[in-house]
């Protein structure tokens, strides 16, 4: 599994691991410490069910754009086989399994746009859904009037 997340402090793209990382990490743009939490789902089933950065637990699944490397690797190996006498076509195929078929789904935060790439799919994640967000977005607005009441 691989986090794409953003800096808390300068927004610049970091990366993480749950099995490369402890979830401590420093930003590559500002040096900032930034702390993950990850979970036992995370670390030994390489599922998301919590989001290492924000704790939420509402994700949605969406297309690995990568999927297109996929078909492209696998055009490519075919178109050079005849002169790679069919060496190139298992590269090819290989390429394929690897984007197109292995993880072909990848699962984003709600909440702080986290991306979670080359991980299971959870099966209790959707597609992205507009009356969820709603749902959200009124949770935040009463949480804010309520509030100004005080
Ligand atoms: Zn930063
Ligand atoms: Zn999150």
Redesign the pocket.
């Known amino acids: 599994m691989q986090i794409l997340f953003h800096?808390?402090?300068?927004?610049?793209e970091?990366r993480a691991s749950p099995t490369k990382d402890k979830g401590l990490l420093s930003?590559?743009?500002?040096?900032?410490q930034?702390v993950l939490r990850y979970s036992d789902s995370h670390r030994q089933e390489n599922r998301v069910d919590v989001c290492a950065i924000c704790q939420q637990q509402d994700f949605y699944i969406r297309d690995e754009p990568r999927r297109v490397w996929g078909l492209v690797f696998l055009l490519v190996g075919l178109l050079a086989a005849y002169w790679t006498f069919g060496v190139s076509l298992l590269l090819g195929a290989y390429g394929f399994v690897w984007h197109f078929r292995k993880f072909p789904k990848l699962t984003i935060c709600y909440h702080c746009y986290a991306k979670y790439r080359n991980s299971r799919v959870n099966p209790e994640h959707r597609e992205y859904d507009l009356e969820k967000v709603e749902t959200f977005e009124k949770a935040i607005r009463n949480d804010r009037s309520c509030r100004d009441f005080r």
């Open positions: 800096c808390r402090y300068c927004f610049a970091c930003c590559p743009r500002c040096r900032k930034l």
